[in-house]
């Protein structure tokens, strides 16, 4: 302490505060006394410290140097000896010369640039890390730079802030890496379509100002489709944009996404660190996409969250979308499966204020069931930038096409005949016009369709064997796949691949070639006789097989050559492939097409995953699905079939089956016996039987230990939780249980989301916020003596959500912004994600629309890969339903949210805020059925609530619908009913907002 204080020496009064401030002031006298004995004799000096005159001084005789002063007198980094006096770090009278030295050694080390080491004593430091990322960048090392700024990032989260406008500037600059490019074959400029292309480059415009969407192509085969849309591509390439593309092939059969996955295996291949800024956890998920992705994906069980996989892929393209603009083309969707068509439309949505541009091309005939709804629903909702429906050619425009391809002058009944035939369509002007003699004659035959027989028919009979071989395997390849798929050696693939260039068949991009149209690729499938064809497809089969192509190729070509039955297994595996991305509705495709021909042990697991498959998409007719599975189930595999009957049953609504079934399930092994107490135990709480609910609880939760179940610790902790809540013993259960989370870091995830759930409808219940409030308080300071971080973040979380509806926003910001860094640090997803949701809250309800719309985005992505999310992610819609900018955007959000929501395993507390806001939300856009609908559902909850804030939420709900429907005293009543109830329940906001409403009425 002398050694530190200016001229070595101290006010008596001074170190008796310092050293003893809890002594009486002459007992501290004597400890001074005593202290300066000792010390005297452990220097071996008599003057070394000396007591006089009031005055305490180090070595008064003497000239004193210290290492502090040296380093504070050169500013020389090489003397900092580092933190002073470690051994007194919670000394009081030692902290402001520690923090002084500290802040003077960083001071020292800026000056001299010595960045590394600022970060390493300081890792918020933004100047440091800023200039870290600009040395990285320099060296050529992009990804070290921003690998930097995530460091950053996560550090100045752990303290409850972000990163500032210079830093996130910085950022945006290096992330900028190259743009990826899709190959566009080389071919002459288009013709007479300056119309088209001239809407497509305003839909591209649009996209380039954030307003992104969807640009329809639609046509006839060899309207011109791909070209146009190739066209668009190498436009926007040539602006700087990035252009991924991926397409549907019918002869590859419904595989889940396999459009949208090419698209990201191009993107990937060229700028794979879009993966590498991902979390982990999105990386997983990605890889059930596309093996780019730098993780591997995990629970291969058919449990998939659609959502999970949807948010990844859309992260991927939103990342490739923000550094520079991005144009995604999804070619031939008449062939997509209906999974990839339910992406495609999510990806839509997350375009809107993008800079992406999807452009989806497909025939328009026959019409598909699936593509109309995605096309009406892009429609409904907003989000088609600009539809080109393209209609054939005129007699200019095909005349100067034929001139073209002949390379000279046609007489005018020769530009007329082929004119008559193609009938203005682009692909078969060509095939005529390069038929066409010396003369000007057109020597082809009458029926239009049959331009392609007569265009193949002059081809070498061997090229034309192989050509056909080809089209059997697929529409594209490199030389090796394609080769290696119909048996060439490599010079004979070249030679093939050269004529087939030169003869106008094929064509390439960078070193994939594919048929210059897909009409040819049939032509050429069907000029096989029908034994050829037969035996083709099966050697297809064979050779994909051995290459570990996807299974529903490899069933699609067996079925196609006559092997229905040696189809089974793949299908089976096409299936759970299927199911494992949250293609449901694909794979039951799978299955139905199995089970006709199906034999014993592959028929009990069509059957069995068909159940599961009709469960997990919320069927009503999964429950009996189970009674086809059962009968032809093995004994011990019943148990556990009757036991998910059960589950389905408690879905469907009809808990007297639930009961019956899982009574009847003889259940031996711990894991199914677990999952019926569990299931028998949301079947008592459904019922009213508390009794049976404990029953169910206490019996599961050994059962579940024994049997290491994971997912299930969740439902058990809640079925506790409940319990405890229903006999009023909540408050005191979430003290203890959190405070064991310290201790048993095992159940602190399960324990912690099950109260965090129960915590919301708890605050929703009507119970006093200053006795909610004083619990939260009285946990946080047990949480504190604990070190249960996630006690900590859980009373910090209630704490601000108290003070939110209190209307005390200033407080309330201060205690979210604890809990987010808390939650982050327990690594408390669930936490972190119902933290910032009511962060956003806070900012909505103080003015920052722009901020609030950035937390919400955050709590969204934690929120789905959360273990609570089908609790949470109704939380986050419905707090973007509130912060849209305008109805249309509000209506869009419910509709994106029934995407992931309207099959999921819902709580029953959590939905009832959602549907409030979806019903005031539609009822605002004059949709008065979709009001009335969400307005239903939100009415069906009000048994779970006795009185309190919901009520009166339910009560602005019907106001909202009675004033769109022009019933205006009954809104008022409604309103005021409103009012009255927000005041009662002390929620300050909520009843301003409202008594503003009513204002407005009267």
Known sequence: ????????????????????????????????????????????????????????????????????????????????????LPEDRYADWASEARERLRLAYLGSLRARGRWEEVVAEEPTDEEANRSLMRTYAEAGNRSAALRQFERLNVALAEVGLQPGAETLALHEELARGPAAVAPVPERSPMVGRDSELATARAAL?????????????????????????????????????????????????????????????GLLAARPDLAFSLTTATQAELARVTAASPAQPTDPAP???????????????????????????????????????????????????????????????????????????????????????????????SRTIAEKVSNRPLAESTAEAIFGLARGNPFFTEELAATVDSNGAVEVPDHVYEILDSRLARLEPTLMGVLARIAIAGSEGTVDELSSLVGLEEHDAFAALDSALAAGVLEEADGTYRFRHPLLREALEHSLADHRRLAAHRETAQRLASAGAAPARVAGHLIAGGRAGEAVPWLLRAAQDAANVAAYVDALGFVERALPHARDGDFEELLALRAELLLATGDPQAA?????????????????????????????????????????????????????????????????????VRRAA??????????????????????????????????????????????????????????????????????????????????????????????????????????????????????????????????????????????????????????????????????????????????????MVRAAREPAEAVAVVEEAETFLDHA????????????????????????????????????????????????????????????????????????????????????LNEARTRAALSGLL
């Open 905 to 988: 395993p819902a709580c029953i507390f959590c939905p009832a805020g959602f549907y409030i806001a979806a019903t005031i939300g539609y009822a605002r856009t004059g949709d008065l059925a979709r009001a009335r609908s969400f307005l239903a559902r939100a009415e069906g909850t009000k048994p779970l609530w006795v009185g309190g804030p919901r009520a009166a939420a339910l009560a602005e709900a019907r106001a909202a619908v009675l004033t769109a429907g022009g019933s205006r005293d009954e809104a008022a009543g409604a309103l005021a009913d409103a009012v009255a109830g927000f005041a009662q329940a002390g929620q300050v």
């Open 205 to 265: 415009r649009r996209a380039s100002d954030g307003r992104g969407g969807v640009l329809i192509v639609s046509g006839e085969p060899g309207v011109g489709k791909t070209r146009l849309c190739d066209g668009l591509l190498a436009e926007a390439s040539s602006s700087g944009w990035s252009t991924m593309r991926g397409a549907a092939r019918e002869e590859e059969g419904p595989l889940p996404y396999a459009p949208i996955a090419e698209a990201l295996d």
């Open 624 to 692: 009996s699905a189970y009674d086809d599975a059962l009968a032809v189930a093995s004994a011990e595999r019943k148990p556990a079939l009757q036991i998910r009957q059960g589950r389905a049953y408690l879905v469907a609504g009809d808990l007297a089956l639930a009961a019956r079934v899982l009574d009847g399930a003889e259940a031996e092994a711990p894991v199914d016996r677990a999952r019926r107490a569990l299931t028998r135990g949301f079947v008592e709480w459904c019922t009213g039987n508390l009794d049976g």
């Open 1 to 84: 302490m002398l050694a530190l204080a200016r001229g070595h020496r101290l006010h008596r009064e001074q170190v008796i505060e310092a050293l003893w401030p809890e002594l009486p002031y002459d007992a501290a006298l004597a400890n001074l006394h005593k202290a300066a004995h000792f010390a005297r004799r452990a220097i071996g000096e008599t003057d070394a410290l000396v007591v006089q005159r009031g005055l305490v001084a180090l070595a008064p005789g003497a000239v004193v140097k210290t290492d502090v002063e040296r380093f504070e007198a050169e500013s020389d980094p090489a003397l900092y000896g580092g933190e002073l």
């Open 303 to 397: 449990t998939a969250d659609r959502q999970r996989i949807f948010s990844s892929v859309a992260q991927v393209f939103a990342r490739a979308a923000g550094e520079r603009g991005a144009v995604l083309l999804l070619d031939d969707l008449h062939a997509a499966d209906e999974a990839t068509l339910q992406l495609v439309h999510y990806l839509a949505r997350t375009a809107r204020y993008q800079r992406l541009l999807i452009v989806m091309s497909f025939r328009d005939r026959p019409r598909i069931p699936a593509l109309d709804r995605t096309r009406s629903g892009l429609f409904e909702q907003r989000l088609v930038a600009s539809e080109i429906a393209l209609d054939p050619l005129d007699r200019e425009s």
């Open 698 to 879: 206490g019996e599961a939760r050994p059962l579940m230990e024994a049997a290491g179940l994971g997912p299930e610790r969740f439902e058990t902790t809640q079925l506790e939780v409940l319990l405890a809540h229903s006999g009023d013993e909540w408050t005191g259960d979430v003290g203890l249980a959190l405070q064991n989370t310290s201790r048993l870091p095992e159940l602190a995830g399960s324990v912690f989301d099950a109260h965090l759930c129960v915590s919301e409808y708890v605050l929703l219940s009507g119970q006093p916020y200053d006795a909610l409030a004083a619990f939260a308080r009285e946990l946080r300071a047990a949480a504190d003596s604990s070190g249960a971080r996630r006690g900590q973040a859980f009373a910090a979380t209630v704490l601000g959500e108290i003070e939110l509806l209190t209307g005390q926003l200033q407080s309330a910001e201060a205690q979210l912004r604890e809990a987010v860094a808390l939650s982050r640090l327990a690594r408390a997803a669930g936490g972190e994600s119902l933290a910032l949701l009511r962060l956003a809250e806070t900012m909505l309800a103080r003015g920052d629309t722009a901020g609030a719309h950035r937390l919400l985005a955050e709590s969204l992505e934690l929120a789905r890969f959360s273990p609570i999310a089908f609790h949470l992610l109704y939380l986050v819609y419905e707090m």
